[in-house]
């Protein structure tokens, strides 16, 4: 859950504090855009409270929060202590004190030492610094003063948001929160929250009838989604600041997989019983203008980042099929070249993917289309049905639905795939998008 006390001591915080001993050097960047992304193997030392003295309160909790954030990295293998000769407690948390070269040792390229310098129980403040194993070289160092027990999922995601962004470029995935649907019966279906790594899991609607399609504002103040009750379709909107949720209908419409545009507004396919029509809606949510209509279905519409790139999903050859319009020029090209069955599209916010889901002789199975080289690779392989995928800001992981533990689940991929990790929620999950909440408050 959020804190205001957390928000108000953590405000301050993150401050990078200057070691004394050691050399600043750049990171080694782990590229984990290009089709060879390389592997970091990396080294969590034990906490301490002094040298040779370990943390074994709210240290150790902090330990495994870590531990378990960086277990969703694929591109992140964890030594195993058991591995590391003389043990992972150090003489100190940073050189000449500190012995890295048993991490090297173990095969270790980065080694975090954490320090609770005036112990770890009560309130206390954390340094955690990450270096090289190699010459011991730093690669940054965080300070967090007046850390409780509460806040320490906070501090292991701010952490690890910040060691992933010196290390790829982009640190969304710890900043992030899933909105996804949870379904309990027919027509009865809500709206949660919950983070990549299964935390902070919360309902924020409580109102008759079933929401479907959920998705952030940019600024993460808004979720809006589709809702649907006996004697109507609307357009659900919840508030982040009021916690309050209102409906908004289109007298006669369907309501169909509403979107964020960058600057707020938002995107949504209504139909009137014909053909549904992409509209563009300004700020109090009223019809402004058609994106993009026509005698065929036109629904699902998303975007990049700079707003002039629209994917969508069309029934114009006679199946469903991707679609990208550039808004700009009005020019429409087709992204599916494979399959006669293509929807639920996604968008990268680079604009340079477009992940969707298709209809194979296996069931739904996730793809991505490369719109910079051409290329299509499937990223989920089953069992079960996959759907629903979304991009996450750093256009690096993957969010989609899955039946292939029995249950409905949320599970992460990669622009590679890989093998897919289930988000820990208990309950049938759809459609889940990213969101970076907070920053409209």
Sequence with gaps: MYH???????AAVLVVF???AGRTMAAPRVDIYGPGQNVVNLALAAPLTAP????????????????ENLSFLPFMRLTDPKTVLGGTVLAGVEPPAADFNRFQLAGSDIVVTTLWPSGDSGTRTVQLRAYETSGGARLFGKEYPNVTQKDLPEVADRFCADLLEVLTG????FRSTLCFVLKKGKLSAQVYLVKPTGRDFRQITNIPGEAMSPTWSPDGRFIVFTHIDQRSHALGVWDARSRRVQRIRFPGDVVIGPSFLPNNKVAVALSNGKYPVIYQLNHVFKKEQVLEGGNSINVSPTFDKTGTKMAFTSSRLGGPQIFMKDLTTGAITRVSQNGSYNTEANLSPDGTLVVFSRLTSYGQRIFVQDLVTGQETQVSFGPG???????????????????RGGSRGIYLTTRHGGDAKRVPVKGDCYF??????????
């Design 4 to 10: 205001k006390m957390l928000y108000k001591v953590l």
């Design 52 to 67: 040779n003295a370990e943390a074994r309160v709210m240290g150790a909790q902090l330990q495994t929060l870590v531990n």
């Design 170 to 173: 982009n640190g969304s995935f």
């Design 385 to 403: 049905s996959d759907e629903q995928p979304s991009f996450c800001a750093d256009s690096y992981f993957i969010a989609f639905s899955s039946s």
């Design 432 to 441: 889940p998008r990213w969101g970076l909440p907070g920053q409209a408050q």
């Design 18 to 20: 200057v070691c004394t």
